[in-house]
């Protein structure tokens, strides 16, 4: 991994941590989260129809990872319902980098060095560390707690689904429009479904966040998936959940949550582990 992705990931990350403090910050966290995927649909669609179609052998992933991300969302918008931001986004991202380098060698092949690996253990750790404070404190229910495993599970699926994606499409940018406009197409039908005029009563009154988050969504992952084109897919994923940190820290300015001992211990952890990824 070059210098240059390095950065670009990690300032991907920031960008994704934003939209989660964003959604984070709404009263009613599900329809927010909804409308950052909508929001994220309507700006692809001027960039779809500039750029020129994904490849036949494309199409498969892009309506996989569509359907994958219509959950994904809506697991995002009930962890967020009861539980920290600091402590719902590390639970979710943080076990996901191990289980996706893992499997991306198990199907893909991706093989890694020992540095490698251990740079993804050590952020995985320091990761998981940023929510023990929250977790003492008694800051996450069960239901939370099964939202935030189950979408972590989603992350390792969409993230090897969208990296192999991107490279059959030959083009991050191409892909990931594609595939937002395919989660935007799905999530209405299912709002619609589920809430009817009240759905669009909300649409109505927060068209603005959910552009502009989702301008946030799909700018962090096209960095992403970007990445996993030319770096290893399970490296980009380790490097790209450092985006727990920024939410950590953007949860103490904008929400009130503590920046204890354990967070500076979890900091140093994801920093040593970005210098091994990077020394790896």
Do not use: C
Request: charged content about 10%; proline content about 4%; hydrophobic content about 60%.
């Amino acid at each position: 991994m070059t210098g240059f992705v390095l950065v670009a990931v990690l300032a991907g990350a920031l960008v994704h941590a934003s939209w989660n403090a964003l959604i984070k910050g709404q009263t009613d966290k599900f329809a927010a989260a909804a409308l950052v995927a909508i929001g994220a649909g309507i700006i692809s669609l001027p960039i779809i129809a500039w750029l020129p179609a994904p490849p036949p052998a494309a199409w498969p992933y892009i309506v996989a990872s569509s359907i994958i991300h219509v959950g994904y969302f809506a697991l995002v918008g009930l962890a967020y319902r009861t539980a920290d931001l600091g402590v719902a986004y590390p639970l979710t991202r943080g076990t996901a980098p191990p289980l996706t380098a893992l499997f991306a060698f198990l199907i893909v092949g991706e093989v890694l060095g020992i540095n490698q690996w251990l740079a993804i253990v050590v952020i995985a750790a320091g990761i998981l560390t940023l929510s023990g404070d929250a977790l003492l404190r008694g800051g996450l229910t069960g239901v939370t707690a099964l939202a935030a495993f189950a979408n972590a599970g989603v992350i390792v699926v969409y993230t090897l689904v969208d990296g192999l994606g991107a490279r059959t499409t030959g083009s991050a940018l191409i892909y990931v429009t594609w595939m937002h406009v395919g989660t935007a197409s799905l999530g209405v039908l299912l709002l619609l479904a589920l809430r009817g005029r009240r759905f669009i009563a909300e649409a109505q009154t927060n068209w603005m966040f959910g552009l502009g988050a989702g301008a946030l969504a799909l700018t962090s992952y096209a960095i992403a998936l970007w990445a996993m084109t030319l770096a290893p897919i399970g490296l980009v994923a380790a490097l790209r959940e450092t985006s727990v940190l920024f939410a950590a820290i953007l949860g103490t300015i904008f929400f009130g949550e503590s920046f204890s001992t354990r967070r500076w211990l979890a900091l140093v952890l994801i920093v040593a582990g970005i210098i091994a990824l990077r020394i790896g």
